[in-house]
């Protein structure tokens, strides 16, 4: 995934490259492999060590594109280029052709930031249905098929289960 | 003997005076606003009152609302701070008929102090030197320019009723002068209805120099050594020191000993502060006496081993100073930082908020003075100053290294902080040798320094923060194709 830190001019590719177990990773930044061991980590944070230096980060707000992450108390902004949005509805089976399904399920588990349609609604595929927000991040929900929204399953600032059921589009 | 004391104020300097209370075992009498409801002196108080709505004016300045509270809660002292009532003589006043204790100087010493023209006077009276200028205010131009030629050009004008750079001109010769003196004056009727200009020397590169004094109701006057306090914006203090660099022993002997009349001049009882500038030529010149404890006053604390507010309510107790001049010796170096609410690249305007998280640093001669606490609020209602940091060394290079390690550890979210700002400043040589001065930020361009810091930060992070990007991209993909609902351990998801 390419990476980009506001203010600087680089930009930084960064992958996992293989698990050693026992929370330690090799993670590779550019050209360069690196040891990284979690010593913690939770949707607000984490801490780890990358090789053999100690780091703290704060998760702050994120959208799928941007990071707002405060390390070592030095508040930064990283933009990347994720294409989660996609991901999440090529899994809703945005992306396949002639989806006969009714119900558009929740491709991940989150908090219902905001709903952007209502019964009776005709939406085309592709057109946002809802809002989630996971790991502090915001990631929007699209219509699987284009039809019209029948019933919505879910209340705004409640939490979704991967799997549960959003919406039924006819 | 005070037995219960209300601290007319807010934020840290409420806790300040708290915490020597406490350890006193003398009860203490909170008061706070509507936006104070959650603050850290109602909860550390003996008591609390709420005495209005949030605006200053309705709350903390309301002096028959606070009198109330001090007569129904039984308090027979007030401890006003700073900011706010500290130096209202009328609130003063109000106390002594009310047969309360003002933890201060009496009303009549207040008002001295505060009227700059019988204040100057009074100084001259002593042979305490003021900044050359008029005597008082000039009746017209003509008066103004017979003056300026007598004391020499660079001169100000200033309004009597200004302030915040307006009703003030610097002017450089007569020409100047004779239009400077039309500006100030029509800005100055436009504003408050009224005139009144005097004539002063301008100095170039001052520095503030100010100096903890102390007198006791039987007229034993000591000064507790000189803060430098040359780093500010806009005429607000940022940074300050102890001792000055520029000061030695027999300079501060010599100055101690003006302090020690100013304050007889004024029959000043208790703690206070009298300013100064200095001149590059080393000349000190009195500018005013600050009638009441100084929001720097930890430093002076720590390099002389008192407890600033006990020795304010001994005095206060009528008890004569426990000390002579002789008996007074600095110890070592410290350093203030004021931690304010603010976006330096917003001109310092206020940044208020939410505070989700704060982190205080902490350790063997690290003081913080705050009223921060994880989940608190900086109220765009109040001063912007959240936190007072402080170190003391043995020497002042080691004083300067604790503060910036203390400064790496200080973690404020959620509000702009001028910690990045202190961090350059004192990093930077200027600062390390002590070429300090009014306008030490712009002489120095610390803003553009500041910027490439920051930026420099940045990129020494850089690694670090792209690695904490990978592990939240990772473990958010997997949760996307994986079903990580069954798992609460996140750091097994990875792959």
């Not at chain 2, 004094?213 to 607000?236: T, Y």
């Not at chain 2, 660099?245 to 029959?267: C, H, K």
Request: aromatic share 8%; net charge negative; charged share 25%.
């Amino acid at each position: 995934m390419d990476y980009k830190i506001s203010d600087i001019e680089k930009s930084f590719d960064g992958k996992i490259v293989k698990n050693l177990g026992n929370n330690d990773y090799i993670i590779k930044i550019n050209d360069n492999e690196h040891k990284l061991k979690i010593i913690n980590m939770n949707s607000g944070g984490i801490e780890f060590i990358l090789d053999q230096k100690y780091h703290q980060a704060k998760y702050l707000e994120q959208s799928t594109n941007e990071m707002n992450i405060v390390i070592d108390n030095v508040p930064i902004v990283i933009n990347r280029h994720s294409h989660f949005d996609e991901v999440v509805y090529k899994h809703s089976g945005g992306a396949g052709a002639g989806n006969a399904q009714l119900s558009l399920k929740s491709q991940i588990p989150g908090k219902v930031v905001s709903i952007a349609v209502a019964e009776g609604d005709s939406v085309k595929k592709g057109d946002v249905i809802c809002t989630l927000e996971s790991m502090k991040m915001q990631v929007s929900v699209k219509a699987h098929k284009d039809g019209v929204v029948k019933s919505i399953k879910i209340k705004e600032t409640a939490s979704v289960a991967k799997g549960d059921h959003i919406a039924d589009i006819e | 003997m005070i037995e219960k004391v209300l601290i007319a104020n807010r934020g840290e300097i409420a806790l300040r005076v708290i915490r020597t209370c406490k350890a006193l075992g003398i009860k203490t009498v909170a008061v706070y606003s509507d936006e104070d409801y959650n603050s850290m002196h109602v909860k550390q108080a003996s008591e609390a009152y709420h005495i209005g709505e949030a605006a200053p004016a309705k709350s903390y300045l309301n002096q028959e609302k606070i009198l109330d509270v001090m007569l129904s809660a039984g308090a027979d002292a007030v401890h006003p701070g700073y900011g706010f009532l500290s130096e209202n003589d009328d609130f003063a006043r109000l106390c002594e008929k009310n047969k309360i204790t003002f933890i201060g100087p009496s009303a009549d010493s207040m008002n001295l102090c505060g009227d700059k023209m019988r204040c100057k006077a009074a100084m001259l009276k002593a042979q305490v030197p003021t900044v050359p200028g008029s005597p008082g205010l000039v009746k017209d131009a003509d008066e103004a320019l017979s003056i300026a030629n007598d004391i020499g050009y660079p001169v100000l004008l200033k309004s009597v009723y200004g302030g915040g750079g307006r009703g003030i001109r610097l002017v450089t010769n007569d020409n100047e002068l004779l239009e400077g003196f039309e500006t100030v004056t029509s800005e100055s009727i436009s504003a408050v209805g009224k005139s009144a200009i005097i004539v002063e020397k301008f100095l170039e590169k001052t520095r503030h120099i100010e100096y903890q004094m102390a007198r006791d109701q039987h007229g034993n006057a000591v000064h507790l050594f000189e803060r430098e306090c040359s780093i500010q914006r806009r005429n607000q203090k940022l940074i300050e020191q102890t001792p000055s660099p520029v000061v030695d022993q027999e300079t501060r002997d010599r100055i101690g000993e003006l302090v020690v009349r100013a304050s007889e001049a004024v029959d000043y009882t208790n703690l206070g502060t009298a300013e100064f500038l200095r001149a590059d030529n080393g000349e000190f010149y009195f500018i005013e006496i600050n009638a009441r404890l100084q929001v720097e006053h930890p430093i002076s604390e720590m390099v002389s081993g008192l407890d600033f507010v006990k020795l304010q309510l001994d005095i206060a107790n009528g008890e004569p100073l426990p000390f002579k001049q002789s008996d007074l010796k600095m110890n070592g170096y410290a350093i203030e930082c004021r931690i304010n609410a603010e976006d330096t690249f917003l001109d310092f305007a206020p940044s208020t908020g939410p505070v989700p998280d704060v982190v205080i640093p902490s350790g063997p001669s690290v003081r913080c003075d705050t009223y921060l606490y994880p989940g608190c609020t900086v109220s765009p209602f109040y001063d912007s100053l959240m936190a007072k940091l402080c170190t003391w060394g043995q020497t002042f290079e080691e004083s300067r290294t604790r503060m910036l390690a203390a400064l790496n550890d200080f973690y404020i979210q959620g509000v702009e902080t001028s910690i990045p700002l202190y961090k350059t400043i004192l990093n930077s040589e200027e600062y390390k040798k002590g070429e300090l001065s009014t306008d030490f930020l712009k002489r120095f361009s610390m803003i553009d320094r500041l910027t490439e810091d920051l930026k420099n930060e940045k990129i020494d992070k850089s690694e670090a923060a792209i690695a904490a990007a990978i592990v939240h991209s990772e473990y958010f993909k997997s949760r996307i194709q994986n079903d990580a609902s069954a798992s609460a351990n996140w750091k097994n998801k990875l792959d």
